[in-house]
């Protein structure tokens, strides 16, 4: 180790003591030895550790090996879990409600360990600074937002039910025009970048999400078109970028469970949690109390529903969440998308960078193999993991990055990369150029669960906290 590390180490302070650093850092070499074994086997909820007095008390849990039998060892086992989720829930409700200002720092604490999804959707916009944490100003914030977005898609004239695209985006006045004088050659041009932007976004939406059901409906694929294309029309310096299109779904996931959630809630009438706005009040939403009076309304989730049942008012309302809350986000990683993507070329060689000081052999074995960082960890900056990992690990990634200050799409994101590429470094070192790279493209991710993402990300926690105050790490 470089002696500036060294001595940046020594000074490090803050939320890891130097005896819980000896201890996870022990418990993360043990990790890298034992790649092949599955996180989700390993014992003990590691980020509790990082926040202690959030962590619930967890009571005396039998092993198989005891008086119990199975079936009760797993009983016990699931009243263990959903006692921690309670608890976890009546935190979160706790801040919610309490006061007529939400704390802000209070709430960003105890959502970096996880987020009830019943609460998510609010927390997020809270966290992303769309919703203002004074309770007062929320609904007239969401009415004025809701509305500047239905605003932007007045202002631009595209057929968005269309999925002809070379039909789109004013082409009649575009041919009306093109023979006529500089001013109207101008706006042809104009209306053809439009066109070709359109198009774009319409491919990359029909392959977005595949294995996903909800992304499958036309209703939905309509709701991202009009997301994506107001975004790029009102961001000319960045403009759509292939990976933008993966970043606005995790938004629309969890708005839409969310007003699935408000909708069974409504039955209990238990509105003290609900974001404003999103149910009608007046009783005038046709497909809303078709959807009240549903004797399945209990059973919907993101897996059965079907999009096309909802209104216009709460898809308008949907779309314009995830617009504002897509904007926020993006505002924070802002150079990964402009010309060359400079912010996405920095975070992959700043992964290079930390690999080096972290695991050296591994980098030694990519060097003569010819492996380039760009070749894999573009994609990894570019959608922020989410070809990799599953949509409802990502979200639980997300629920940490959200808990940031700054926001984790991008420090904290690099960190990450490194805990997930330090999990299959054993395996990695086995390997040739060619099966590194087909390795890479498909981790083998599909069975993990929430643990794995949690231990991976007390993993960059933990890497995070030594080496964020040695200023050249990373260079």
Known sequence: MDDDWAAEIDEVKGDVSRQQNH??????????QTSQRSYSLQAGPVLDTLHPDLAASLPNVATPNDSLDYEDFQTNLEITKLNQLNTKYAKFTKILTSDSNINIQDLRKLSWNGIPSELRALTWQILLGYLPTNKSRQSSTLKRKREEYLDGLRAVSVNFDENDSEKQCVGEKTAKFENSSEKTKVSSDLNSKEKQLYHQINIDIKRTNPTIKLYSYAQTQKSLRKILFLWAVRHPASGYV??????????????????????????????????????????????EQALLADPNILSYNLDNFDPTLLSDRVSAIIEADTYWCLSRLL?????NYIHEQPGI?????????????IDVELLHHFDQEGIEFIQFAFRWMNCLLMREVSMPLVIRMWDTYLSETPLGYNIFHVYVCAAF???????????????????LQ????????????????????????????AGAHLR
């Open 23 to 32: 201890t996870l850092q022990h418990s993360v070499s043990q990790n890298h």
């Open 242 to 287: 292939q990976g933008i299109n993966d970043l606005c779904t995790p938004f629309y996931h969890i708005f839409l469970s969310n007003y699935i959630w408000q909708l069974q809630r409504k039955i209990s009438d238990d509105s003290l949690l609900f974001i404003p706005g999103l149910l009608d009040d007046s009783g005038t939403d046709a497909n």
């Open 331 to 335: 505002e924070n990683i802002t150079d």
């Open 345 to 357: 070329l920095r975070q992959v060689g700043d992964l290079r960078n930390l690999i080096s000081k």
């Open 421 to 439: 590429l330090i999990k299959f470094s054993a395996e990695l070192k086995e390997k040739d150029f060619q099966e590194i790279l087909l390795f």
């Open 442 to 469: 498909n981790p083998p991710t599909r069975h993990w669960t929430e643990k794995d993402i949690e231990l991976m990300l007390s993993e960059a926690f933990i890497w995070q906290s030594l080496y964020k105050n």
